[in-house]
């Protein structure tokens, strides 16, 4: 099962801006829409980011997605404490007939 | 509002069957996909596979295909993920989640999740 490609790890100071990329292929990302998903220790994993780059009711307006070609990426600009999770991005996969995640990014608030 | 609860911790013997659940509430249960995920431990996030509670059209990944097998009742909205043999490679944290939809037939993701359920499989 192939995977969408995420760094390890990215972190911020309060306040700060990151970014986090999610590179995938031609029949993932290049032909789908791209989802992001927020993990915290214990609790139900929830979706920040969906199509790509609309923000569901009670996220906060810091997250942002964007996709472009065969890669996307999520921002969180205004970095705050309770960010500090694991993030997947996700996409369909038109070879595969089923969906990829991300290897995923741990989002450490220094 | 949109629920979903599943089923609680299980410990397990290798070779032992499983079956697990997820039930859902708030929505129409049969118009909407149901997809399982699994999370190894401190592991990423494996799409497992789906299934259509209208009609149980289920589509597996490749990587569980034959080991797992996905159903629903949809006289309890409730949806299952069964094993007939555990292995201990099955220790994980099994999540489902509605698939919800956007105008297009291709715009879809995953809200609500269940809180997942841990299975241990230890001789």
């Known amino acids: 099962q192939s995977e969408l490609t995420q760094p390890p790890s990215a972190s911020g100071t309060p306040g700060q801006r990151v970014t986090i990329s999610c590179s995938g292929t031609r029949s993932n990302i290049g032909s789908n829409y791209v989802n992001w998903y927020q993990l915290l220790p214990g609790t139900a994993p929830k979706v920040v980011v969906y199509s790509n780059n609309q923000r569901p009711s009670g996220v906060p307006a810091r997250f942002s997605g964007s996709r472009s070609g065969t890669s996307a990426s999520l921002a969180i600009s205004g970095l705050q404490s309770e960010d500090e999770a694991d993030y997947y991005c996700a996409a369909w996969d038109d070879n595969l007939i089923g969906y990829v995640f991300g290897t995923g990014t741990k989002v450490t608030v220094l | 509002e949109v629920q979903v609860v599943q089923s609680g911790a299980e410990v397990k013997k290798p070779g032992e069957p499983l079956e697990i659940s997820c039930k859902v509430s708030g929505y129409i249960f049969t118009n909407y996909w149901i997809t399982w995920v699994r999370q190894m431990p401190g592991k990423g996030l494996e799409w497992m596979g789906m299934i259509c509670p209208g009609d149980s059209d289920t589509r597996y990944s490749p990587s569980f295909q034959g080991h797992v097998t996905l159903s629903v009742d949809k006289s309890i909205n409730t949806a299952y993920l069964q094993w007939s043999s555990l292995k201990a490679s099955d220790t994980a944290i099994y999540y489902c989640?509605?698939?919800?939809?956007?105008?297009?037939?291709?715009?879809?993701?995953?809200?609500?999740w269940g809180p997942g359920t841990l299975v241990t499989v230890s001789s």
């Open positions: 989640a509605k698939r919800s939809t956007g105008a297009t037939t291709s715009d879809h993701w995953f809200d609500p």
